[in-house]
Structures are given as structure tokens and as C-alpha cells.
């Protein structure tokens, strides 16, 4: 158990125990105004003396004291001094002692019965006292439940403990009352409130730095410790315990003189404190001086301000009143850890002073209207119940209806600002836009708070962000937790932001439909003082206001912008259709312009090379069509790519073979990749469909653009491609190569228009560097995406990619055979050929396949063959096998060059599977016409049997 | 990546470049004359022919890429390229043991 559970539990069994006891008082109250057992000794006694002599100063009718020969003036002492201020019963017997100069007599007399004599008046001081003491029991209560850890506190909370207990004994029934008890407990009682005050004041200010005004704290001490030196002299004084000779010399004029002391102090004191600070310790101080100096003050009692004569009742009234204010007010503050300003406690209390008369007025008819015959405790509580009910129906209307009154009556200033402030949130129907509207309310409401400062927050779930103002340790946003946000809602500062909105801040929130939309905080006003309740509830209203405003701003801003993006969007239409046509007009005319003369230029350099031609014009036509060939790829990536950009490429779905896809991309690079000796391996997944639906041209672009790529920057190694099944529809496709590979930065340009990975490759291996970006956007607009990595320069590229293909099935083909292969080609080009090849596989595929043009060619198995055939018979064209028995296809070459003329020499097509590079040079040196690779592809040699002139002039045989 | 003992592209490329029976023929032509290619092979090796080494390794090369036994046509080309004289026995074994599972494949496919 903790320091301040101890605490706690110890405090907290007080307060039980102290309520136990108000608890047993309760029954006992009637006694202060039942007539049938309220004793009385009908007299009236100044204040008390030294040696607790008082004078009697009015003795009635009935007064047994009368009868036993008392007169004005003489001295009353009662043998139990308790007798004095304690209610009597009827029938009690009271003893005393009576002195009249020197005479002194001890009488016993009996209290009369009283119905007639101060019945109200009595049970309103004893409900005063008594709810005073309910306070202090709650007050006492409250801090040392709330406040067990701070020792000054906990003193306090003991000290409003022990004040809920004195005076308890007023109620107890007489005969078994021991007054030396009572004096005892209104000794000890007393002590502790001053002892306890004094410490409270030395320690409390510790804790709170705003309290370590020097000034402020002497006064607060002098005031303690002069009113506890009183009553630490107190009982000698009241119990007589001092000789008589030294009473009259010592006790009286100590007596006046601490009393003198205690209330000299007292008011400057309270009046000091209030002029030497500012701002909130001001606040602070004067409310706490005001509470606790009152019920000290009051405390000193009736020796001290002395009552006139016959206003006992009324001085006991007043008496209560502010104990009761007081010890309210301490806990108020203490607890509620807020303070209110002078000038506005008098407000309220002008508030409720208008109040009460208006529920005196109730009650009197309430009164008047009551039966009569009712026995006065009956009456009494009804007379309660029926009041009390009406003040609690009635209790805001004509709360808010006294409020208006004393308003408009005596605090006209108030209601200037207020009429400002309305003013102000009228003119915000002019202002036009959202930061305007806030930054407008804002200054308004700045005015109205002499000069606050305050931050507009906007809230989105948890988190509030602040949308302006000039509250500098503002945060920018603010989560909410649950309670803050309940806190905001009731509008309320949570504690937690007390550091950056100042002790006295407010929030003003604004919520639509439960939840917290928006709110506004204002911090603590440069004078110190907090906002009353009447001041928050303007605010909030007016912050309501900002945000209806804020709301028919936003709808207004809203509608003007949807006109504008209406007219823009209206007027971009028309722009756009407009240069639309003429884009799709000029890429029409661009691709047709473009395409002929290219066409026309690849053409005729074709034609040309068929012509008879020397080596030298070989060269340069042969550098023409390839060139043309080049450009004519660029500006197809060009139109391409135009179309991409214009939205105008189209992808189309029809179902085809994708394994024949494929291998016609293959196809076209495979002479490529053999002459670099680099390897193309394929890999095509077993549950890749045979037949997809989709768009074959544009796949085998985009492969043949891998591909092509891949070879291109692979220096040696493989290229691999694979093709696998994706979830869903999709394909995967990637492309690994061995070549250059890729930076980090240059993966991220790579698929950027116009740019190729590093400068430099533009230079090496040329290129637009549009393929790249072409093949991604056909990916996409086939459904897919693309993606490029790398491991680094040097260790290759791996380019994936994928497209929806959904499987499908092929129309049945009427041919077997779906390639480019014409059986008539023999009848429209016929030719005479000679197959050179020793290998018996290579032999007969390369006679199927002509066969299947149509042609028959003769065979020879080695060179020499070859050379004997040519010799005896002339032949368009040998397809040469280079690797060959006794004599190998370049070293015939080379014989049959020298043997015969050019125009008259067969073309010879090398056909070679050869690794080695430079192989196509090796062939063209020894004189052949072109050059195959194998395996044999059926294009390829269609290609190369166009590209021979076959001699119509000789005689086939 | 495992590469297939028979490239399917390749191999369907012939199918349909030469016609589906044409190619079962081709492939019998292909088993009847490999063995003898590869005997030779260990012929030239024996007797140290250079030359005619590098041919039948050369010629197994471009038979097996016709049909597409790249992991036989890469084995045929590294003997070829590196020469007798760098070529161990166990090549010659483990071009045997690619062959019979090529053959194996492709009679398969000829079947299948």
C-alpha cells in the first residue's frame, strides 16, 4: 500500500466516521424547532467576557431567571458553559451563577417551554449550521479521496472533516451531554482550523509555483498565525482555567488584543493579496483568500465583532451563511482546480438574488395556499418538497430569465461586447471565402474575449488538424482519444492540453450528428480572468455560426467550381475533338508518306541486287537495303509508338497458336543469335495452353522486341525465353539474357520514352530506344504489365512480362502444314538445285522440303561431288553443307570461283550449323551467294531460293 | 531452369515445316544414323583423326538442333569447338548417355 492509499484509507475513515455521527445528529434536529420540547430561559446576553461572564442584556415575561430576582445587567455564568449556546428542552434544569457588583449567587432554574419564540429563525440558523457542516464533510471528503498525495491538502481535507463535526453538539439532547467534552472539541476544533489554515497557506504554495509571491505569502501568514495564536488562547479564556486576579489583569485585554490583531490583519491581508498580483495568481489568490478568511473571520465570533444587541439571531444567520459560502467556495476552487473573478460572483449572485425573489414570491403563494391545519413538521416538509420541485422544474428558464434582467440592468458593458460580437457574425454573411470566413470569426471573437487568442481545428476520425489561428503553442494536429473527445464535445479543455491552451482556456465544438466535426479553442484571457458560463455559451454559439457559415461557403465554392469544370471541360472537348481529327488524319497521312518511298527504296535496292553486279555495287546496294530496312524499323517503332500515345493502337482477340507465335518471333532472331553464337533456349510450360485467344501480332512484337534486344546486348551466353501459365487468364513470359545487364538507374529509365538505359548504348548498339516503352504499353493494353531486373551491370537482364490470354480453341486447320509454304513455288520460280550435304538427316529434310515447293534438287554427299555435278550440269543454285567428307563446302566454293565465271557459277547458299562466328564472312570470302543456318527453316529457305535469278534462258533438264 | 531433353518449339516447328509423318521418318533416319556417328566418334578419338572428329561431332550437333535436342546439340558443340585433344573420355560417355535419353524422348514424341 502506497504513501497515499495510506492516506486515503486513513481520510476516507474520517469522513465515514464523520458521517456516521452527522448521520445520528439528523434525528435530533426537530429539537431546534419542535415548540413541544424546545426549552428556552427567555432572555437575551451580550457577548461573552472574560471568565465567560456575559451581561444580560433583555429578560422576557416567562423568564424563569425573573422569578429567581435577575435583573438587567447583571453577570450570567452557567455552571456547563454549553448551556449557553446549546439548545434547551422544556423542563431542563439549568445552573448558574449570578453577580451583581459584589453580590454573587449560585440558582438553579428550570427552562420553559417556548412554542411561541423564534421558531424559524432557529431552524434556519441550525439548517445553516448543519448544511454548512454537510459541506465541509463532502468538501473534506472530496480532497482527500481526490488529493491523498499532497500533504497541505491532506491537512486541509482534515480540517473540513473536523469542522463537520463541531457544533454537532448543539443538537444533542440535553441531560446527557458533558460540556467539558464540547468545550474540548471546540477547542481542539478550532486549533486544527487554524493550525491546519496556517499550514495549508505555508506548504501549499510549494506545490504551486504561481503562489511564490513574497508579499502574498507574509500577509497570508501574519493573517494565520495571528487568528491561531487567538484561538490557541481561546479555552483558557472561555473555560476560566486562570485565576480569577489574573483574568481580569491578563485574559480581557489579551482577549482584544489578538481579536484586535487577527481582524486588522485580516482585511488588509485580503485586500493586499489582491492588489499585488496579476493575472490568474490574482484570481487565485483572492478566491482563496475570500473563501477561507471568511469562514475564519467568522470564526472569531461574536467576542470580537460585536453584535448589537437583539440581532443575535440575525448575526447567527449571516454567521452561517458564510461558513457555509465559504468552506463551499474553498472546495469549489481546490477541486474544480478553477476559479471565478470577482466581478462576476457578484454577477451570479445578483443572478440568484433575482432568483430568490422570485421563488419568495412562489413560496409565499405556495405558503398561502397551504392548509393550515397541518402540524408544523409536516408543514414544513411539504412546504420543502413543493418549493424545492418548483425550483428544480423552473430552474434554467428562470435561471436564464434573472440572467437577462441583471444583464440588461446593471452590467450594460457586457451587453456591448455581446452586441459587437452579434454584429460581427452578421457582417460574416459578406465575407467570402473559407481561410477569410475563419480568420473573420476569429478576430471577432478575439474582441470579445479582450484579446485571446485562439486556433480553428478541423477533424478527420482520431485526428484534428489546425486550419488557423494565432495561438502560438498550438499544435499543428491532435488525435483524440475517447475521453478528449467527450471532454471537447461537452466543451471542456482536456487536461492534458492545459500546457499549450493556458489554465483558463475554453473549447467551442461543433458536431453534426454525435460526431465532432470541428472546434475552436480559445486560450485563457491576457487579464487572467475565465470565461463565465454566460461568455462560453456565446462563444460556442458563435463558433456554430462559423460553421454554418463555413458549410454554405464550402457548398457555394462547390457549385461555382463545378461550373467551371463544366465550361472547361465543355471547352476542352471541343479543342480536343477539333486537334483529335487532325492527329488522326496527319499520323494516317505520315504512315502511308513515310511507308511508300521506304517500301519503294528497300524494293528497288532488292531488284538491284538481283541485277548482275560487281562486288563494290553489291556492297553499297546491300548497305542501301539494309539501311532502308533500319530506318524503315525506326519509323515504324515512331508511328507505333504515336499511336500509343494518341490512344489509337488496337489490340485485337482471335483465338491463335501460341507455340507458333512464338517460334515465328524465334524464328526471325534465331540468324541473329547463331551468327553471335549466342544460345536461344525456350522453355515453354506443359500446361501452357495450345491455343489462346488474343492479339499473335502484337505478342510477337513485343517478344521479337525482347528478343532482338536480348541478342543484341548479349555478347555471348544464352537467351532464354519461358513461357508459364499465370493465375487466371494470364501468361508469364520472361527473357533472360547474359548480356550487359543494367544499372539500378538505368532500370528506372529504361521504360521511359526516348531513352535508353545509359547514353552511351545509343552509340554502341544503336536503337531509338522506343522499343522498350512500345512493348510495355502493347503488354498493358494486352492486359498485362512488364517488368525489368537486373543483378547489375554485366550480370544480364531478365524482362518479364504478362498478358491476358484466355485458353481457347483453334478453328481445325485444313493444311497440316501452316507455313509459308507454296507447292506451286516450283512452277512460278522454277530452278534447277544441287544438295551438297553428306549427313543423311540433313539430306533428306532438305529434299522433303523442297519437295514440298515442288522442286526435286540432285545430291551430292562431299565437295568433290559437288564440283563433278556443276562441271557436267548447270544448276541455279547449291545449298552447300560447309562441313563436309574429302572436300568441305568452302574449299569447293573456292574451286568452282576459280573455275568459273561469276555470271555463269551457280548461286551457292552455304547451309552450316556452324558455332563459330565470323561464319558468315568465312562463307561470303570464299565466294558463296548466301548463307542458311540450321536446322533449316522452311522461310529462310523460301527466302533464299526468291533471292535466286533463276536463268530462264537455259534449258531446265 | 531445367531445359527440356527436346525442345518442344523447335520440335513442333519441324512437325509443321515438314509434316508430322515426314518428321516420325526423320527421327528413325536420325536413330539408325546416330549410333553410327557416335561410334565413329570414338573411332576418330581412338585413332586420333582430328579432323574427322570435329565433322561427326559437328554433324550430331546440327542433327540433334534439327530436332531439338539442345542439351545433345550443346554437348556435340562443346566437343566440336573444344577439339580432340581437350575432349575427355567421360564426354564421350556422357554424350552416349544424352543420346539414348534423347532418343528416348524423341521416340516418345513420335509415338505420343
Not at chain 1, 219 to 228: E, K, S, T
Not at chain 1, 760 to 779: E, H, M, N
Request: hydrophobic content about 45%; charged content about 20%.
Amino acid at each position: 500500500m502506497t504513501s497515499t492509499q495510506r492516506w486515503r484509507l486513513l481520510l476516507m475513515t474520517l469522513v465515514v466516521a464523520c458521517a456516521l455521527l452527522q448521520a445520528w445528529a439528523v434525528p435530533r434536529l426537530p429539537l431546534a424547532y419542535d415548540p413541544a420540547i424546545r426549552g428556552s430561559l427567555d432572555l437575551t446576553m451580550g457577548p461573552t467576557m472574560a471568565g465567560r461572564a456575559r451581561a444580560i442584556t433583555g429578560l422576557g415575561e416567562r423568564s424563569p431567571l425573573s422569578r429567581a430576582g435577575a435583573q438587567l445587567g447583571d453577570l450570567l455564568v452557567f455552571d456547563h458553559p454549553s448551556d449557553g449556546w446549546r439548545l434547551l428542552g422544556a423542563e431542563e434544569a439549568i445552573g448558574l451563577t449570578l453577580t451583581r457588583g459584589d453580590l454573587r449567587r449560585h440558582v438553579e432554574v428550570r427552562a420553559v417551554g417556548d412554542p411561541e419564540r423564534d421558531a424559524l429563525p432557529v431552524a434556519v440558523i441550525t439548517l445553516t449550521y448543519f448544511a454548512a457542516r454537510l459541506i465541509a464533510l463532502v468538501v473534506g471528503g472530496l480532497i482527500a479521496w481526490r488529493q491523498a498525495a499532497s500533504p497541505p491538502l491532506r491537512v486541509l481535507a482534515a480540517v473540513f472533516l473536523s469542522i463537520s463535526i463541531v457544533s454537532l453538539y448543539a443538537f444533542w439532547p440535553p441531560g446527557l451531554f458533558n460540556d467539558y467534552v464540547a468545550i474540548l472539541v471546540n477547542a481542539v476544533d478550532s486549533f486544527v482550523l487554524y493550525v491546519g489554515f496556517v499550514y495549508f497557506c505555508l506548504a501549499y504554495p510549494a506545490e504551486h509555483p504561481h503562489w511564490r509571491s513574497t508579499a502574498v505569502r507574509r500577509v497570508f501568514r501574519a493573517f494565520f498565525i495571528a487568528n491561531a495564536l487567538y484561538w490557541t488562547c481561546f479555552p483558557f479564556l472561555v473555560l476560566g482555567l486562570l485565576p480569577d486576579g489574573m483574568r481580569a489583569v491578563i485574559a480581557l485585554p489579551i482577549d482584544f488584543l489578538l481579536s484586535a490583531i487577527a481582524t486588522v490583519i485580516a482585511v488588509p491581508a485580503l485586500w493586499l493579496s489582491w492588489h499585488r498580483t496579476t493575472g490568474v495568481v490574482r484570481q487565485r489568490l483572492a478566491w482563496f483568500g475570500l473563501c477561507l478568511g471568511a469562514v475564519a473571520i467568522v470564526n472569531l465570533g461574536p467576542s470580537t465583532l460585536l453584535p448589537t444587541p437583539g440581532y443575535e439571531i440575525a448575526w447567527e444567520i449571516v454567521a452561517g451563511a458564510v461558513t457555509f459560502a465559504g468552506i463551499a467556495g474553498t472546495g469549489w476552487a481546490l477541486l474544480r482546480h478553477r476559479l471565478i473573478d470577482i466581478g462576476f460572483a457578484l454577477n451570479r449572485l445578483s443572478v440568484y438574488a433575482v432568483l430568490g425573489l422570485a421563488l419568495l414570491a412562489v413560496a409565499l403563494v405556495t405558503q398561502g395556499g397551504l392548509s393550515m391545519g397541518l402540524d408544523p413538521v409536516r408543514h414544513a416538509l411539504l412546504y420543502g418538497l413543493v418549493t424545492g420541485g418548483l425550483l428544480l422544474a423552473l430552474f434554467v428558464p428562470l435561471r436564464s430569465a434573472a440572467e437577462r434582467v441583471v444583464q440588461r440592468v446593471l452590467y450594460p458593458r457586457w451587453q456591448v461586447t455581446e452586441e459587437t460580437l452579434q454584429r460581427a457574425v452578421d457582417a460574416a454573411a459578406h465575407v467570402r471565402g473559407h481561410d477569410a470566413l475563419i480568420d473573420h470569426y476569429r478576430e471577432a471573437l478575439s474582441a470579445y474575449a479582450n484579446g485571446a487568442s485562439s486556433a480553428f481545428y478541423d477533424c478527420r476520425e482520431a485526428e484534428c488538424a489546425r486550419i488557423a489561428g494565432d495561438l502560438d503553442a498550438a499544435p499543428l494536429s491532435i488525435v483524440l482519444e475517447a475521453t478528449d473527445r467527450s471532454r471537447v464535445i461537452d466543451g471542456r479543455v482536456p487536461r492534458a492540453w492545459r500546457e499549450w491552451t493556458g489554465e483558463y482556456a475554453m473549447v467551442a465544438p461543433v458536431v453534426h450528428r454525435d460526431r465532432l466535426t470541428s472546434w475552436l479553442v480559445m486560450g485563457g484571457r491576457p487579464d487572467g480572468r475565465q470565461y463565465r458560463p454566460d461568455e462560453a455559451r456565446t462563444i460556442a454559439a458563435t463558433v456554430v455560426n462559423l460553421d454554418e457559415d463555413l458549410q454554405s461557403e464550402a457548398q457555394r465554392v462547390n457549385r461555382q467550381l463545378l461550373e467551371d469544370k463544366m465550361a472547361a471541360e465543355q471547352r476542352a472537348r471541343e479543342a480536343a475533338e477539333s486537334a483529335n481529327d487532325a492527329k488522326s488524319s496527319f499520323l494516317a497521312t505520315m504512315s502511308h508518306e513515310i511507308r511508300t518511298p521506304m517500301n519503294g527504296v528497300i524494293g528497288m535496292s532488292g531488284v538491284l541486287l538481283d541485277t548482275p553486279l560487281s562486288a563494290d555495287q553489291r556492297d553499297v546496294a546491300t548497305t542501301i537495303r539494309d539501311s532502308g530496312e533500319a530506318l524503315l524499323t525506326i519509323i515504324n517503332d515512331i508511328l507505333d509508338f504515336s499511336k500509343i500515345e494518341a490512344g489509337r493502337m488496337d489490340v485485337e482477340s482471335h483465338p491463335f497458336d501460341l507455340r507458333h507465335c512464338i517460334e515465328s518471333a524465334l524464328n526471325l532472331i534465331r540468324p541473329r543469335a547463331f551468327e553471335k553464337n549466342v544460345d536461344l533456349v525456350t522453355a515453354i510450360d506443359d500446361d501452357v495452353p495450345r491455343a489462346v485467344s488474343g492479339d499473335s501480332t502484337r505478342l510477337r512484337q513485343v517478344l521479337l522486341n525482347l528478343l532482338s534486344n536480348a541478342v543484341k546486348f548479349t555478347e555471348k551466353g544464352s537467351v532464354t525465353l519461358t513461357v508459364q501459365r499465370a493465375e487466371g487468364d494470364e501468361l508469364k513470359f520472361s527473357v533472360r539474357d547474359s548480356g550487359i545487364g543494367l544499372s539500378p538507374a538505368g532500370v528506372s529509365k529504361l521504360f521511359q520514352r526516348f531513352s535508353q538505359a545509359e547514353s552511351s548504348t545509343t552509340r554502341q548498339f544503336g536503337g531509338t530506344g522506343l522499343g522498350l516503352v512500345i512493348s510495355k504499353k502493347l503488354a498493358e493494353l494486352m492486359g498485362g504489365t512488364m517488368t525489368v531486373e537486373s543483378e547489375g551491370p554485366g550480370h544480364g537482364s531478365t524482362f518479364r512480362f504478362r498478358i491476358s490470354a484466355p485458353a481457347t480453341t483453334l478453328a481445325p486447320q485444313t493444311t497440316a502444314t501452316k507455313s509459308a509454304v507454296d507447292p506451286a513455288m516450283a512452277e512460278r520460280h522454277p530452278l534447277r538445285i544441287l544438295l551438297a550435304e553428306d549427313n543423311v538427316v540433313n539430306q533428306k529434310l532438305a529434299m522433303r522440303l523442297l519437295k514440298q515447293m515442288g522442286y526435286s534438287a540432285d545430291l551430292a554427299v562431299n565437295g568433290l561431288e559437288a564440283i563433278e555435278h556443276i562441271e557436267r550440269q548447270s544448276y541455279d543454285v547449291v545449298l552447300m553443307d560447309v562441313q563436309m567428307p574429302e572436300m568441305d563446302g568452302l574449299e569447293a566454293t573456292r574451286v568452282l570461283a576459280e573455275r568459273i565465271e561469276a555470271d555463269r557459277r551457280p548461286r551457292i547458299i552455304a547451309m552450316t550449323a556452324n558455332a563459330m562466328q565470323g561464319d558468315r564472312e568465312i562463307c561470303i570470302e570464299a565466294g558463296m551467294d548466301d548463307y542458311l543456318t540450321k536446322p533449316i527453316r522452311i522461310d529462310q529457305l523460301v527466302e533464299a531460293l526468291l533471292g535466286v535469278h533463276s536463268r530462264k534462258d537455259s534449258p531446265i533438264v | 531452369l531445367s531445359e527440356p531433353t527436346i525442345d518442344p518449339i523447335t520440335f513442333a516447328g519441324l512437325g509443321e515445316m515438314a509434316g508430322p509423318e515426314f518428321v516420325t521418318e526423320l527421327v528413325d533416319t536420325f536413330l539408325d544414323e546416330a549410333p553410327r556417328m557416335l561410334s565413329a566418334l570414338r573411332e576418330a578419338y581412338a585413332q586420333h583423326a582430328v579432323e574427322r572428329f570435329r565433322r561427326e561431332a559437328h554433324s550430331l550437333k546440327s542433327n540433334s538442333n534439327t530436332f531439338g535436342a539442345l542439351t545433345l546439340g550443346h554437348s556435340a558443340r562443346d566437343i566440336e569447338l573444344q577439339g580432340l585433344d581437350a575432349t575427355k573420355p567421360e564426354a564421350l560417355d556422357a554424350l552416349d548417355a544424352e543420346f539414348a535419353r534423347a532418343a528416348a524422348a524423341l521416340k516418345a514424341l513420335c509415338n505420343g
